[in-house]
Nanobody
Framework: QVQLVESGGGLVQAGGSLRLSCAAS????????MGWFRQAPGKEREFVAA???????FYGDFVKGRFTISRDSAKNTVYLQMNSLKFEDTAVYYC?????????????????????WGQGTQVTVSS
């Protein structure tokens, strides 16, 4: 049974930082893209960041250099370092992993390309 378990969410003041982790179990994703999405109350889930097995990285337009995605394939884990957090970053953050390859870079932010999802971790930024 494949599981993705996020951790690291919490309450932080605007301008602060958080580091999210997502540990996968049940299969290895060392050759597959992994990513982060988020969903704020009343809004659709949106793409945050993704990283391929080769280390190619993609970010949502709103990131603007504030977030950094990384992975440790040996640990089957993906991370999201979030700096300069804003009130509007408040959301549930979800980890996702693709079961296969995503062949087109423009689809890295497409939720339908990801087969496995974590339960989400709440990030709340106070203004």
């Amino acid at each position: 049974q494949v599981q993705l378990v996020e951790s690291g969410g919490g309450l932080v003041q605007a301008g602060g930082s958080l580091r999210l982790s997502c540990a996968a179990s049940g299969r290895t994703f060392s050759r597959n893209p992994m990513g982060w999405f988020r969903q704020a109350p009343g809004k659709e889930r949106e793409f945050v960041a993704a990283i391929t097995s080769g280390g190619s990285i993609f970010y949502g337009d709103f990131v603007k250099g504030r977030f950094t995605i990384s992975r440790d394939s040996a640990k089957n884990t993906v991370y999201l370092q979030m700096n300069s957090l804003k009130f509007e970053d408040t959301a549930v953050y979800y980890c996702a992993a693709a079961g296969g390859f995503i062949t087109m870079s423009r689809r890295m932010g497409d939720m339908t390309q990801y087969d496995y999802w974590g339960q989400g971790t709440q990030v709340t930024v106070s203004s």
